[in-house]
């Protein structure tokens, strides 16, 4: 069992940056691959990002990548979202993911946070 706590959510402006945090507890995450999904009102649950538990394979969103990059430090049992040039459209309730198989897929992954709400105002 994996329990993941997402934090560093919050307001702000386009083109502003916010850095979030997940922390995992219950498992080492150093096995595990861990990523971020997000949910806009009104819409299905996006893919976001994603690494492998070694870092060694990551895949993003086309519509994030260039602005975000995720990260993890398997010593911390904690995964990073930075996000940099944030745009209106990235408002949305993002959530950590862990799970034992790569897959930028939602129903690959068994273990998810509460979420965080991200908002950018135009």
């Known amino acids: 069992q994996v329990q993941l706590v997402e934090s560093g959510g919050g307001l702000v402006q386009a083109g502003g940056s916010l850095r979030f945090s997940c922390a995992a507890s219950?498992?080492?995450?150093?096995?595990?691959?861990m990523g971020w999904f997000r949910q806009a009102p009104g819409k299905d649950r996006e893919f976001v990002a994603v690494?492998?538990?070694?870092?060694?394979?990551?895949i993003y969103n086309p519509s994030v990548k260039g602005r975000f990059t995720i990260s993890r430090d398997n010593s911390k049992n904690t995964v990073y979202l930075q996000m940099n040039n944030l745009k209106p459209e990235d408002t949305a309730l993002y959530y950590c993911?862990?799970?034992?198989?790569?897959?930028?897929?939602?129903?690959?992954?068994?273990?998810w946070g509460q979420g965080t709400q991200v908002t950018v105002s135009s």
């Open positions: 690494t492998s538990w070694s870092s060694a394979i990551i």
């Open positions: 219950g498992r080492t995450i150093s096995t595990i691959h």
């Open positions: 993911v862990a799970g034992d198989i790569f897959s930028s897929r939602a129903s690959e992954y068994e273990y």
